[in-house]
């Protein structure tokens, strides 16, 4: 036997299936080879050693084994479901983040639809845009004067002036004798499936009664136009007009109101008679006044009388051109042949047909309205983005310190 065969049945040993035989030819060998003798010595000494150390040791519990492995797969799946939960968290922040930006846009593009849409209105010039509001409702009311005048003894030629008005009401003047003040006010509201035509028609029917466009405006929506228009017609004209509206389309609702202001318009009118008669005495004084703080008094007392005067012939001028001229109010909307009444049932096909053409339509008319709306947004989407990208670098600079 040489000595690479004697390792060979040294490992053998070592691992327990070493027979007699082997035994006896190892010992022979051991005999021979000092070498070999000296390793086995060695390898005799060190089970020995591991020997004396295994006797200090405590036995192994029978289940630890049995701990271990079930220790080792609560760890694993606890791991497995923290990787579990942090992918839903993901999914579900992704999720989350586009179902935002979903309503955004959307949402953004239905709130702002008829905002952004592009209408058209048509500038009236000051004067025939004219506003006639009511004058009861003016500054200081229409039934009092404007200024109470305090007399002192010192102004004694305003007591001269004051001294012989007649303060004239509402209530002693005969009305009966008078024209009759009535203010009437029309509404219409028509469809139309010609709307140019239709515009055309009441624009022409106004002047041709003598009135004037006072305010107009067109908007563009995304399936139909609609108009207002406001209309000044001779009051003379007004039935002839509205009888004549109705070949402008369908008339769904019609509304007339009249507003009888005699009393009012007479009462304002004596009140002017009694400022335009103190102004008259008050001018009659000037000349005969010596004292210069009498003087002082009349020029401040007539320039009040003038703003009075003014006032109330603001208000007469304004009833007179309500009085003359009825105000109109139209809204014209126009009408798809789709809102249209028919007895005519439509085929499964044309249903389907008509189904597709009009979700295609709706589907464009959208995609323009979300593209006008993310132009429109885009200064709040930068700044959104500026502040973000603020905070980022923030934080990097934080974690750095830190």
């Known amino acids: 036997m040489n000595c690479s065969e004697y390792s060979v049945l040294l490992e053998k040993l070592l691992e327990g299936g070493l ?24 390898l005799d000494r060190l089970q020995d050693t591991l020997s004396a150390l295994d006797s200090g040791v405590p036995p192994m519990p029978e289940d630890f084994h049995e701990g271990w492995m079930q220790k080792v797969e609560e760890e694993a799946m606890e791991k497995k479901n923290h990787t579990e939960k ?14 935002a930006a979903l309503v955004f846009v959307v949402g953004g593009t239905l709130l702002t639809k008829d905002a952004l849409s592009p209408s058209v209105q048509t500038a009236i010039p000051k004067e025939a845009a004219y506003d006639g509001g009511d004058y009861d409702s003016a500054p200081g009311g229409g039934y009092a004067l404007q200024r109470s005048y305090i007399q002192t003894a010192e102004n004694s030629s305003l007591d001269t002036a004051y001294a012989g008005e007649t303060v004239l ?7 009966s004798s ?6 009437r006010t029309a509404s219409l509201n028509i469809t139309t499936t010609a709307f140019d035509d239709s515009l055309l028609t009441l624009r022409t029917l106004c002047e041709t009664s003598g009135g004037w466009v006072a305010y107009a405006s067109e908007s563009s929506g995304s399936s139909r136009r ?27 609702r019609r509304e007339e109101s009249a507003d009888d202001v005699t009393e009012s318009y007479y009462d304002t009118r004596t009140r002017l008679e009694t400022q335009q008669a103190l102004m008259a005495r008050l001018q009659a004084l000037v000349t005969d006044a010596a004292d210069l703080s009498d003087l002082l008094a009349l020029e401040s007392q007539i320039a009040d009388t003038q703003y009075q005067i003014d006032s109330l012939q603001s208000r007469l001028n304004s009833t007179d051109r ?16 789709s809102d249209s009444i028919t007895d005519v049932e439509m085929t499964l096909g044309q249903r389907i047909g008509h189904a597709l053409t009009t979700g295609w339509d709706l589907f464009t008319s959208f995609l323009g309205d979300t593209a006008v709306f993310l132009v429109a947004a885009l200064p709040f989407l930068a700044l959104a983005v500026a502040a973000w990208i603020i905070i980022r670098l923030v934080r990097r600079s934080r974690r750095r310190k830190g």
């Open 19 to 42: 027979t007699e035989e082997e035994e006896q030819a190892l010992r022979r060998h051991e005999g021979d080879c000092p070498a070999c003798a000296r390793q086995r010595r060695e």
């Open 86 to 99: 942090s992918v839903r968290k993901t999914v579900m922040t992704r999720a989350l983040s586009i179902a």
């Open 226 to 252: 609609t108009a207002s228009l406001t209309l000044r017609i001779p009051s003379a004209q007004l039935d002839a007009f509205l009888e004549g509206a109705g070949g402008a389309g369908r008339v769904t």
């Open 169 to 175: 009401t509402a209530d002693t003047v005969d009305l």
């Open 322 to 337: 309500q009085v003359d001229y009825a105000t109109v109010n139209v809204s014209l909307r126009e009408e798809l042949p």
């Open 178 to 183: 008078q024209e009759k003040k009535v203010i």
